[in-house]
């Protein structure tokens, strides 16, 4: 698995490409993916770009969690993959990211691509500049989230 780390400002072009940072291009050791998948956030106004190695694993996850043939479940599923679209890479490590979904997160020219482990978040870049928690909420939540961690987990 791709580990994304750091955020990076970018510039989609007037055809609604943007040239993966080269930070990430680093980080893919292996090479850059063949394929990527991008949706729309289950919670946040961004995209979410992964791998398609990433992509495979988070639906297995959803596999082993829902039954299609729940009427609650399968609603659950419609929307988690509406809007899901595959992109490749261009020969510039470029990526044409779909118009609906940029224009779904509001986004103009300038964006943020954000990489949180094994997928890189795409958010326009005003909104992202927005994503704060004051110092003491961050360490409360990090205090609630991450109590009763053990030694092993933290490593």
Known sequence: ???FVGDHTCKLDAKGRVML???FLKQMSGGVPAKFIV????FESCLVLYPSDEWDRQV????KKLN??????????????KGVAE???DANNRILLPKRL???IEADKDIVLAGQSGKIEIWAKARYDKVELADDEFAALAEKL???LTDEAIE
């Open 1 to 3: 698995m791709i580990n």
């Open 68 to 81: 299609p043939y729940k009427k609650e479940h399968n609603t659950f599923l419609r929307v988690f993959y």
């Open 60 to 63: 297995a996850l959803l596999k």
């Open 146 to 148: 991450l109590d009763g």
């Open 21 to 23: 940072p080269s930070g």
């Open 87 to 89: 992109v490749e890479p």
């Open 39 to 42: 949706k729309k956030d289950v």
């Open 102 to 104: 940029l224009d779904e």
